[in-house]
């Protein structure tokens, strides 16, 4: 009994030697796993705060990069911007010099026009000049007799006759002794071929009333019409004469004294001008 009792003893105190080893076990390999837990969990917080200081690191390196993009961005802007200015400034003054160029052309142009058309108006006046000259020769003996008179009026070269010397007063029969000078005058003007004369006659203020000259007007035309008549009977082309009358209207001097009335009465023959003569009529013609 005492020893069942004995065994009995011996076996509680394994069970609990047993259970006492058991607990302690747990506890160490608890506290191991915890321990590597902890350490595991160390190194996860050490690893991962290393990785967010590596990518703040990097974030600040690429924030860094975009600031420098940009500020060269913001260069770049700023030298496209003046460059398009400047290439603006460059069209507007190439504009400028177009526009320039365009009325130093179109200055030239207009220079050397009215340099063509003075060259044309001197040489236009140096024929001018020469008919008169040539005309002053082959009528010298009719200017020196009286017969006649070669003027420059108006800008018209023509040639005068009195008409007291070619018609008795208020006629227009032409007088036998002036007959002669007409066809004389009229064989030297047919020699200027390519020319065309108006044969102008004038009367004095003197108011005439007929049945056939009611008035001035018809008086100095008709007297036109009869020397155009005779001048064309000596050999000058129709086409080479017109004739009119200008009445009283376009006296040399006035019409207050009997000598005064005598030099308004007159028959001109004008050298009528050529087209190309005229001062700037062939630009006229060209537009």
């Known amino acids: 009994m005492k ?6 003893c011996l076996a509680a105190c394994a069970l609990l030697a047993g259970g006492c080893m058991m607990k302690s076990t747990h506890e160490q390999i608890l506290h191991d ?11 996860t917080r050490q690893s991962l ?6 990518q703040s690191e990097a974030r600040k390196a690429c924030e860094g990069k975009l600031a420098a993009t940009n500020q060269a961005k913001g260069k770049l802007e700023a030298d496209l911007a003046a460059r398009q200015m400047q290439i603006r400034k460059l069209l507007d003054e190439k504009g400028a010099l177009s526009q320039e160029r365009e009325q130093l052309t179109a200055e030239q142009q207009k220079l050397s026009r009215e340099i063509q058309q003075l060259q044309h108006m ?8 020469a008919e ?6 082959k009528l010298a003996k009719m200017i020196d007799a009286g017969s006649l008179e070669v003027k420059v009026r108006n800008g018209r070269m023509l040639v005068q006759m009195s008409s007291d010397v070619l018609f008795a007063p208020a006629s227009t029969r032409i007088k036998p002794e002036a007959r002669s000078a007409i066809e004389e005058l009229a064989a030297t003007l047919a020699t200027f071929t ?10 004095d ?13 018809e008086l100095s035309t008709q007297r036109a019409v009869e020397v155009v ?7 000058v082309p129709p086409q080479m004469l017109a004739a009119a009358g200008a009445a009283e209207f376009d006296p040399l001097v006035e019409n207050d004294t009997p000598e005064n009335r005598a030099t308004n009465r007159r028959v001109e023959i004008i050298f009528l001008p050529k087209i190309d003569e005229l001062p700037g009529f062939d630009q006229v013609l060209g537009k």
């Open 3 to 8: 020893s069942w009792f004995s065994l009995s």
């Open 33 to 43: 796993e915890k321990t590597a837990a902890q350490k595991q969990l160390e190194e």
């Open 49 to 54: 705060t290393k990785q967010l200081n590596e």
């Open 122 to 129: 001197r040489e236009a006046a140096e024929r001018r000049s």
């Open 132 to 137: 008169y000259r040539e005309l002053l020769k």
């Open 194 to 203: 390519g020319r065309k004369f108006l044969v102008l006659g004038h009367s």
């Open 205 to 217: 203020s003197t108011p005439i009333h007929s049945a056939r000259f009611p008035s001035n007007w």
């Open 229 to 235: 008549k005779i001048m064309i009977e000596a050999g």
